[in-house]
Nanobody, 118 residues
Framework: QVKVVESGGGSVQAGGSLRLSCLAS????????RSWYRQAPGKERELVST???????TYADSVKGRFTISQDHAKSTVYLEMNSLKPEDTAMYYC????????????WGQGTQVTVSS
């Protein structure tokens, strides 16, 4: 089992920056890939970014060039650096662990709120 805890959310002005953290503890078997999702009021949850254990990354088109995902294996922590924030980035951000092909390895955190004002 894996416990996932997100932190780093808050309220910022448009154009500002935040760094989110995702700490995963417990069995490392399921901690192969790590993803950030977000969900705004009235909208579906969407995939923002993914990082694989070997460092490979993907980003949603809406955040390319503004967000950067990274990992610190020693701390078992994944980060999402968010720059040039826009009001449309306002959402609850969730972290998820996964292992390809193993559905029961999907573990979600409680989320951290990001609010961007104009």
């Amino acid at each position: 089992q894996v416990k996932v805890v997100e932190s780093g959310g808050g309220s910022v002005q448009a154009g500002g920056s935040l760094r989110l953290s995702c700490l995963a503890s417990g069995d490392t078997y399921c901690n192969v890939d790590r993803s950030w999702y977000r969900q705004a009021p009235g909208k579906e949850r969407e995939l923002v970014s993914t990082i694989e254990s070997d460092g490979g990354t993907t980003y949603a088109d809406s955040v390319k060039g503004r967000f950067t995902i990274s990992q610190d294996h020693a701390k078992s922590t994944v980060y999402l650096e968010m720059n040039s924030l826009k009001p449309e980035d306002t959402a609850m951000y969730y972290c998820k662990t996964s292992r390809p092909g193993i559905g029961w390895c999907d573990f979600w955190g409680q989320g951290t709120q990001v609010t961007v004002s104009s």
